[in-house]
């Protein structure tokens, strides 16, 4: 996400500068990319540039949801002291199952006197129970595939008034390389720019002919494509890696 | 003078379906930006109207660049005043290296700018509190807070300094309230500076000297006053006015009149 908000000179750029002041005015810096919030932090040259906006902005209202600084969806995690209560009632429950299978020894085990046994290692009582990331990592993943209010609009739109027909990618694609198949009534070059669903830039690669294939892997998500000529916006599209 | 609350994404469907139609729904934010310029001085009012014509054809000529860039992560009007403030600064740099020459004949009418409106105690109590969070909230801040109070002779509490430094000794903070926390307005900065300058070395593991602190006081007083002052500067703030707003801000007490 936070590549979408840097110029060239690594400094925020007019898209960063709106967000940060969205932050501000919904007191909602907390949720600000790290990156964002270190940044400014340590320039004045931004800060400049973030208060002047304020200053602009500051009695316009702000209603409703804003694309990234609503509430994270609430994944539900299992606290780990549940996972242990669990582990112990399962190995209790693996214990008696064991005693009442295998029943009592016909013979008690006679020992060596020569051979010492080891002292019995303490049992753990953590067992194989789901790890707590686990279900934090599923809701993550399902965020990834969120689609883009703002994006979603400009997928398949006519944004030069001329024909520009894609063949690849489809709907679904290959994590480990996305090829890029089209049509134009304009020859190369472009610019092609890959997009996560919060907008952030993933990959940027200047396109001299089609076909084009961009290597991965691509972490399962949602992503959009814009192909961008003469700073124009000439397509917008949309993949899913899975 | 605030506008209408606008929709985020019934502003975006315009802004792709229409762009001429999105910026006449824009037109009456773009007034207000550039009549917060001409009130601050950076723009004559005489020239609304050109200033105004100018931004609209800009804005309808980079159109297409604006859209391509946008990637959806803020409030559209946010991003697209961004990019208006920057023309506005383009204009005003443009038009200063142009020299005009203004008749002395009593023949230039100057409407008459209310200059009372726009920088109400709210605004700039606002727009400081904006300021203060966008340094370091975690190591930063508390510290700049507790050297802007000493700057300004404010009693220090417990508070202040386990802020940025939640370990501090009994010693140290006993030491230092001592002294700062009545009536200090006798010691000179330097005093100020030596005492405290071990506390925040411990704190931040460093070994500057009292005149580094200073140095860093001083520059970051510095910054704030420009950022309340803009650049390019339409305010007026000096370190007198700065002290009114950082008592405020300790124990608001400033309350816009009727």
Known sequence: MTGSHFDEHGHLNEEGVALYVDALKLERTNRLPEAIRAHVAGCQECRVNVTGLFSLLAEEPLTGSHPTLEKPARVWVIPPAAYRIAAVI??????????????KPDRPVQQSPQVATAPRAPESTITHAATPPERVERGEIAANFKPNAELEGLVGSELRGETFEVTSPGELSDRRAITFVWKSAESGPWKIVILDNRGGIVREADVRAVPFALNGPFKPGLYYWKVI????????GKFRVE | MAT?????????????????GFLLSYQETLRIVVKIYVQSGMFRAQDTEDILQALNEELLLRFPTIRAKFNGSTILRTYLSAVVRNLCIDLYRADKSNPKVVPLDGTLHLPHVDVTGRYDIEHTRRVFRAILKQFDYKLELPRLLFCLKLRYRFPIEREDVLKFYP?????????LLKTLSGNYETLTEWEISELITPVLNKADGRDNTPEAILRWVRVRIGNILTLLNGSPPTGAFDQETLKILVEDFFSPFLDETE
């Open chain 2, 4 to 20: 209408v609350p606008h929709d985020n994404e019934e502003d975006f469907a315009l802004f792709l379906r229409d762009p001429h």
């Open chain 1, 229 to 236: 000529q003469n700073d124009e916006l000439a397509h917008v």
């Open chain 1, 90 to 103: 399962v190995t209790a429950i693996g214990i008696v199952a064991v005693f009442q299978f295998f029943g």
């Open chain 2, 167 to 175: 370990g501090c000794g009994r010693n140290d903070l006993e030491r």
